[in-house]
């Protein structure tokens, strides 16, 4: 396992950082068959809709987004959490300031 301090404890919210001008995305962890990323928008940030290869699963740490998964839309807010099968369109937009761990499989 593998994390950006070879520590396999991170501290999520402690990795928290908005950025005004980008989406800040931060690679927590690689642990083989998976790997982590926190993905943090500010207000009005969005990650367009999408297909990826692999399945993930988004985690909301902190606020409040609605996120794409085919051509469904879910608003998920802080302990929620949704699966979004390879292959299907997916996207995120914050509606404030919005923290995700995202957990997808390593292909």
């Known amino acids: 396992m593998r994390s950006g301090t070879n520590n396999p404890v991170v501290g999520v919210r402690d990795s928290i950082e908005y950025n005004s001008g980008k989406i800040s995305m931060k690679r927590l962890m690689d642990a ?12 009005g940030q969005e990650i367009p809709p999408h297909p990826e ?3 993930a699963v988004f985690y909301v740490v902190e606020g409040v987004g609605v996120f ?3 051509v469904d839309e879910y608003t998920l ?5 949704v699966f979004s099968p390879k292959e299907k369109l997916r996207g995120i937009k914050s509606i404030g300031k919005l923290s995700v761990l ?3 499989e390593t292909v």
Do not use: K, P, W
């Open 32 to 43: 083989g068959s998976f790997n982590l990323a926190l993905i943090c928008l500010d207000v």
């Open 53 to 55: 290869g692999y399945d």
């Open 68 to 70: 794409t998964v085919g």
């Open 77 to 81: 807010e802080a302990g929620s959490m």
């Open 102 to 104: 995202g957990i997808r």
